[in-house]
């Protein structure tokens, strides 16, 4: 068995150890998000906790770790009579993001089920995690629907597993602990809410600590053990502060004015629902334990606030997570109540940890709102012959909800809200026999596939006898996620304050929609003389929303650059990734400009796209009196359909276009 790095010896990540050991202390808390660039030692710090857990008591052969005390009188390896049980340490059950659903709740034997009338089942990793950790590496790239089976496990504190009105239920109460970096995409709010605790995490910019950070690891890669074995007076001594902390708990008070405190701040900061006022009171109680003293104070419910509510304060997917602290110091001290002991509180309280907020960033540069940016040529509706030089970034405007954009016909892409695919999880559309295991039984088909063989098999009572070359696999439709390739102008034609604005704020729209719907985006401007990848293929809309803020203007439209550039994107994404298809939104007026006959090699570039049959729509952004209708013609050349700035929103009455269609060859 691999030798965990010590706990102790992690170097620095003070709030990330101090929330792991607050739940240590109280798992009622409900686990720690963990989220931070990579290589800073979350999964370190995560895996090396598990070793300070104290021991659990389970029931001796009981595969979903029954407590003797208290055994589950519904486990499915029940009844157990009440007695002594075996000690064991603590688990920390890790779920990869690839995992199948059987593989995380557990599998039930169908074939045995219907055949025989047992009930055949094999625990998942809610059984194996039940009373220890459940750890989830990469969690925001969890499958949608394993994100399901997370919440409803973490709610109810059972698993269910139900196949054909064969049921099994296990208690499966566990620790859940998630790592993410936020460049690879945001968590859903249903699942982040679930979190109890959440930190940031980032590499230190001090040498000294660089300098030690290496020396430990290089100390512990050489000889674990040893390694190890020199931070065993220190693991031993915060296993005991747990195990006191524990011990201590109940009796931790909670005073009115600690309340007050807690409920004027988390109204202060306008978070959804009361579950961040429960788990800050928790929290706060954690810390007086884990400080050793039985009454919260002041600084308990700061530290709480600074833990349980950045990740609870986010009003949509663009917002940065974190508190204003000068303003959580405000609220304290104005609902500061008569049972405060400490008006003037420390920083953070004892141990590991001490403050953990992070301030809310600047806005990112934009331009002057007073000076307006002079409008290229070709704003009065005559084609643009010449660019200007570079704009400045102008802000966005406010973004609406977008149409929904999908892909036509059925993929078997990765799960998602856009497009229709074949899918594990869907409505049922038909039967087929099963290429492996059988996950998805169809019921009547089964049944219509045994029936005529019942008398050669010698059946003489009620049941049905089923062999394995009965059993069919449900076929099942559901929505898969796309690649939404945005390109976008950025040339001078586009660079009118006013309009760019709008711009901005329909591709910010259009970003919201793919957050929503689990999709991957990609961002490719041209301007001046040729294209660039913004933004490569990513789950992070943020990062293009980012981009797309700071987006200058100005010069020519080299639009067939664009959309080579484009559709060199879309040829090495399909290496990478072959079974996600692929949305190209084209965001411009039409124009070409630049090089030897621009228009000519732009119908070029665009049947490209036809050709390989790639959906796509075009964003027509022209203005003016006078339109040329040259996006219309841009999307015949695509094989799309061009929507107007207008009609991409999903209240227009003009805009009737929901789905992208291919026209006929």
């Not at 005390?69 to 157990?80: E, Q």
């Not at 230190?204 to 512990?220: F, G, N």
């Not at 550039?565 to 190209?584: G, I, N, Q, S, T």
């Not at 339109?627 to 050349?637: P, T």
Request: charged share 25%.
């Amino acid at each position: 068995m691999t030798t965990p790095f010590p706990f102790t010896a992690v170097v620095g990540q003070d709030d990330l150890r101090l929330a792991l050991l607050l739940n240590a202390v109280s798992p009622a808390v409900g686990g720690v998000l963990v989220r931070g660039e990579k290589g800073t030692a979350k999964s370190t710090a995560v895996r090396a906790l598990s070793a300070l857990l104290p021991e659990v008591s389970v029931v001796a052969g009981c595969r979903f770790s029954c407590d003797p005390a208290a055994p589950d009188p519904g486990c499915p390896d029940g009844p157990h009579e009440a007695g002594t049980g075996a000690s064991r340490p603590s688990r920390m059950v890790e779920l990869p993001v690839g995992a199948s659903e059987d593989r995380l709740v557990g599998a039930l034997d169908i074939e045995r089920a219907l055949a025989e009338g047992v009930k055949a089942f094999e625990p998942g990793l809610l059984a194996d995690a039940h009373r220890g950790i459940l750890y989830v590496d990469e969690v925001n790239l969890l499958h949608d629907h394993l994100v399901d089976l997370l919440l409803d496990a973490a709610a109810m504190g059972a698993s269910y597993v139900e196949r054909e009105g064969v049921s099994v239920r296990h208690a499966s109460k566990f620790l859940l602990v998630g790592t993410m970096n936020p460049e690879e995409g945001e968590l859903r709010p249903q699942l982040l809410d679930r979190f109890g605790l959440t930190v940031e995490v980032a590499a230190s910019r001090e040498p000294d600590q660089r300098v030690e950070v290496v020396r430990r690891r290089l100390a512990y890669d050489d000889d674990p053990a040893g390694f190890a074995a020199g931070w065993a007076d220190e693991e031993a001594a915060v296993r005991q502060r747990i195990v006191a902390a524990r011990e201590l708990l109940p009796s931790v008070r909670l005073g009115d004015g600690a309340l007050r405190q807690i409920a004027a701040t988390c109204a202060a900061f306008e978070v959804d629902g009361m579950r961040a006022d429960i788990v800050m009171a928790r929290t706060a109680v954690a810390l007086a334990a884990w400080a050793g003293r039985t009454d919260v104070l002041a600084e308990d419910v700061r530290q709480a606030a600074l833990l349980a509510l950045p990740h609870r304060r986010r009003r949509n997917p663009f917002d940065a997570p974190g508190l204003d602290e000068d303003r959580l110091d405000e609220t304290l001290e104005e609902f500061g109540g008569p049972d405060d002991d400490d008006p003037d509180p420390d920083p953070g309280p004892d141990g590991p940890g001490g403050g953990g907020g992070q301030p809310e960033p600047d806005d990112a540069p934009q331009g002057d709102g007073d000076t307006a940016a002079r409008p290229e040529a070709g704003e009065d509706g005559r084609p643009h012959a010449s660019g200007g030089g570079e704009h400045s970034p102008v802000r966005a405007s406010e973004p609406f909800r977008a149409k929904v954009l999908s892909v036509p016909g059925i993929g078997e892409g990765a799960a998602g809200r856009r497009s229709r695919a074949r899918t594990e999880h869907g409505r049922t559309t038909g039967a087929r026999r099963p290429k492996g295991a059988l996950t998805k039984l169809h019921l009547a088909a089964t049944v219509q596939a045994a029936a005529p063989h019942q008398r050669a098999r010698g059946r003489s009572g009620p049941g049905l006898v089923v062999r394995r070359d009965d059993l069919r696999q449900a076929t099942r439709e559901g929505r898969e996620g796309n690649l939404v390739l945005f390109v976008v102008d950025a040339s001078g034609s586009m660079a009118a304050r006013q309009r760019m604005s709008a711009v901005k704020g329909a591709v910010l729209s259009l970003l919201l929609d793919a957050y929503q719907r689990r999709d991957k985006v990609g961002l490719v401007t041209f301007r001046g003389s040729a294209a660039e990848v913004a933004l490569p293929p990513t789950s992070s809309v943020d990062a293009a929303a980012a981009r797309l803020q700071t987006l200058p203007t100005g010069g020519r439209t080299p639009l067939a650059a664009g959309l080579l550039r484009a559709h060199e994107v879309l040829r090495v994404e399909r290496l990478r990734d072959p079974a996600r298809r692929a949305l190209v939104v084209l965001v411009t007026d039409g124009r070409a400009t630049g090089g030897p006959e621009p228009v000519a090699l732009a119908g070029r570039a665009a049947r490209l796209f036809a050709a390989d049959g790639v959906a796509s729509v075009v964003v027509d952004c022209e203005s003016g009196p006078v339109r040329l209708g040259l996006a219309g013609q841009l999307a015949g050349e695509l094989g799309g359909t061009a929507v107007t700035l207008d009609e991409l929103r999903a209240d227009s009455i003009a805009g009737l276009v929901k789905d992208v269609q291919r026209r006929a060859a």
